[in-house]
């Protein structure tokens, strides 16, 4: 389980990532100014501030009334210009830490590779008649990036500097280099282009420290006005530490400290083993492309898969924030979309793998942020709805803000087509599925009790009070399907309409895993009287003209028939309501079927998605499909999956997809290789857990089922 390459990174999209889930960095490779690109996941623009809509309640009722008239386009506009909060903050990248080195020969037998069974990387090559080696990989016991640069004779000669396109001071030293930084004030997300500084440094932004300090060097070093100069050595060890403070002895040698990581990262990586073929031995990039051709290289999906649950553990540990829109790998000033937590799809389908693939230690991120964003969404409920419990839209930044986000930076109305992705008051429920999912994977009456109940309670006590009675049935009114738009009776586009089916399934599952965490727990709860009277009551999904389940609560014509979300199929997946339905499975199946023929599954997570359904819906053949069209189209060189640009996503609900073509879990029903493939003829997989605590060894031989253990 090794990426590999015979050549440096030419861009970002092909550099090798490590992380210990909150520090990570992005390695090229370089042999004569070798650069890393460095992360810490706290560092964001911005400061916290109330970013809710003090008006949008007053407002609420117009725009219901004028859904119930099929006015559309005046429901819109109502929203935009008087219910919108402000944009959210940015990610920030750390800097660059650059080794320069004075090779003037020629450079042979390169190598760089990524070795996913240890989460170390390492940069070999000759020149000048001396062998060369880097070493680097980020410990999550250490709480730090450990650098280990050799030469076969003291022939090791570079430069040490750092910079970064925030406000920073480096100071050179004799022991390392010392760096004190400012995030700004704000940013601007990279859409929007309406300011003349879509940057504002001030003193508001949050201040960090970062250091990159010898641990060992049997050479010279020498101080200079903008960098650290080591000369004549063989053997130098470095240590980057950046807002936590590293946690090692420094009495520890460089290879018992990168045991005790190896160790730690083992604990987590080593449970889930896959083998679908042999490994061919080419550099990933040749492979890869060897796929785009149409050559067989099962392995290569097996590749893909450790690497999801890699990127996972690097991304995601106890103590850390969750992965974001990139992990924690971002490079840009104003990243894509911010690099922020988007929640109507991508950050959900970062976790979708961490129960079935065996990592649920990377979860507790998730969990923290899930609670803090309750408490912050009570607030927004209250303000934007006059709702009781919390409510969180479709964006989330390292300050928690709840507010539909559209508005932007000092302006006092949102962007034109900002309601068709920020008027969606379904994203903190949505969020609550993954703790009631933990349980049932994990059952821990304490969990239950402590975390998934609290929580649950304040989404359902939202959507209790969201919802409303509209010619005899509860409905929900203003209500989008995520970034999509249908065209009303004058051709205009628009995304406000009544009932869309996800927000049905949202809420029918939030309803019933609120009650069944009561029923296990022995609660008799105030509110379950009021969860039942609008269930029995809740509008109904519905099937269009063509048996496709429709989107919205009419038969609307789609602007885009291709749309790259598939929010109306929740029910089928990731919810389990429409297991069992033939009524609405069938919908599902002509719907997927309608996106697809018009070109649907065009990103890396939007694919990923379409490989789960055709995993869930038993159809092997396309779930590879889909899964080869994921690798084919939709990866970059160094196996990150690209939106495109790159979004991690697309790994994370792949390696989910791979699992759930092996093994599924469903309202009570196991099923053992659900969605087989012919492509994947003979293999086994062990480790992968199903419900109740429970963990499944399979082996197939020849398209057959050979063996399979539960324990």
Not at 284 to 293: A, F, G, I, Q
Not at 506 to 534: A, H, M, P, Q
Request: negative net charge.
């Amino acid at each position: 389980m090794k990426l590999f390459y015979t050549k440096p990174a030419m861009k970002w999209e092909e550099t090798l990532p490590i992380g210990n889930g909150s520090l990570g960095a992005m390695i090229w490779g370089e042999t004569k100014r070798e650069c890393l690109g460095l992360n810490e996941e706290s560092l964001w623009s911005g400061y916290y501030r109330d970013k809710n809509n003090h008006k949008a309640s007053k407002h609420l009722e117009e725009c219901r009334r004028l859904v119930e008239k099929e006015e559309y386009e005046k429901a819109e506009k109502v929203i935009r210009e008087t219910m919108l909060g402000e944009y959210n903050e940015s990610y920030m990248p750390l800097g660059n830490l650059y080794f320069t080195f004075n090779h003037t020969e020629d450079i042979t037998n390169y190598k760089r590779t990524l070795d996913l069974d240890h989460s170390v990387s390492e940069v070999s090559y000759q020149t000048g008649g001396h062998s060369y080696t880097r070493e680097y990989f980020s410990s999550y016991p250490g709480k730090a990036i450990f650098i280990k640069l050799q030469c076969d004779s003291p022939a090791l000669d570079f430069k040490i500097s750092f910079e970064s396109q925030m406000v920073c001071k480096t100071e050179y030293t004799s022991v390392g280099l010392n760096i004190k930084g400012t995030c700004p004030e704000h940013v601007d997300p990279s859409y929007i282009d309406i300011h003349e500084n879509p940057i504002i440094q001030g003193d508001k932004g949050m201040k960090f420290h970062a250091e990159c300090n010898v641990l060992h060097c049997d050479g010279t070093i020498e101080e200079e006005e903008q960098c650290i100069s080591i000369s004549k050595a063989s053997v130098v060890t470095l240590v980057f530490s950046a807002v936590k403070e590293p946690e090692f002895n420094p009495a520890m040698s460089y290879d018992e400290i990168k045991e005790i990581h190896i160790k730690d990262y083992r604990s987590l990586y080593e449970k889930v083993e896959l083998y679908l073929g042999e490994e061919i031995n080419l550099p990933t990039d040749e492979r890869l492309e060897r796929l785009r051709k149409g050559e067989k290289d099962n392995d290569l999906y097996a590749l893909f898969f450790q690497y999801g649950r890699y990127l996972l553990i690097s991304s995601s540990r106890e103590g850390s924030l969750p992965a974001n829109l990139q992990g924690i790998w971002s490079w840009q000033f104003r990243a894509p979309w911010s690099c922020n937590w988007t929640t109507n799809i991508n950050a959900q389908m970062n976790y979708w793998l961490a129960q079935s693939c065996n990592l649920k230690e990377c979860l507790p991120p998730y969990f923290e942020l899930v609670k803090k964003l309750c408490e912050e969404g009570k607030k927004t409920a209250k303000i934007h709805y006059n709702c009781r419990g919390f409510v969180h839209h479709h964006n989330a930044d390292y300050w928690c803000n709840t507010n539909p986000m559209g508005m932007p930076y000092g302006e006092d109305h949102g962007e034109k087509e900002a309601v068709t992705w920020s008027m969606w008051p379904m994203g903190g429920a949505w969020l609550t599925s993954e703790l009631f999912r933990h349980y049932e994977y994990n059952p821990n009456a304490e969990f239950l009790k402590n975390t998934v109940y609290p929580v649950l309670k304040e989404a359902a006590l939202f959507l209790i009070d969201w919802l409303y009675e509209y010619e005899g049935s509860y409905v929900t009114c203003p209500s989008t399907s995520p970034e999509n738009m249908f065209k009303t009776s004058t051709g205009d586009s628009c995304a406000v309409a009544m009932s869309s089916a996800m927000d049905l399934a949202i809420i029918r599952e939030v309803f019933g895993n609120f009650k069944r965490t009561c029923e296990i727990l022995k609660l008799d709860d105030e509110i379950l009287e009021e969860i039942s009277e609008r269930l029995s009551k809740l509008t109904p999904f519905k099937v269009g003209s063509k048996g496709q389940l429709l989107e919205w609560n009419k038969e609307f014509e789609e602007c885009e028939p291709g749309h790259r979300h598939l929010s109306h199929l929740y029910g089928m997946f990731p919810g389990e309501l429409f297991e069992g339905d033939k009524v609405l499975t069938e919908a599902c199946k002509k719907s997927l079927s309608l996106r697809l023929s018009s070109g649907s599954g065009h990103t890396g997570w939007s694919c990923a998605w379409i490989i789960n359904l055709f995993a869930v819906l038993g159809d092997g053949e396309n779930a590879y499909h889909f899964l080869n069209t994921l690798l084919t189209r939709s990866t970059y060189e160094n196996l990150w999956s690209a939106h495109p640009p790159f979004q991690i996503d697309g790994n994370f609900g792949g390696a989910a997809g791979l699992a759930n073509m092996l093994v599924q879990d469903r309202n009570g029903e196991i099923k053992i290789l659900p969605a087989m493939p012919s492509q994947f003829d003979s293999g086994y997989v062990k480790g992968l857990r199903i419900k109740n605590g429970k963990t499944v060894d399979i082996k197939w031989d020849n398209g057959e089922l050979d063996t399979y253990r539960i324990y």
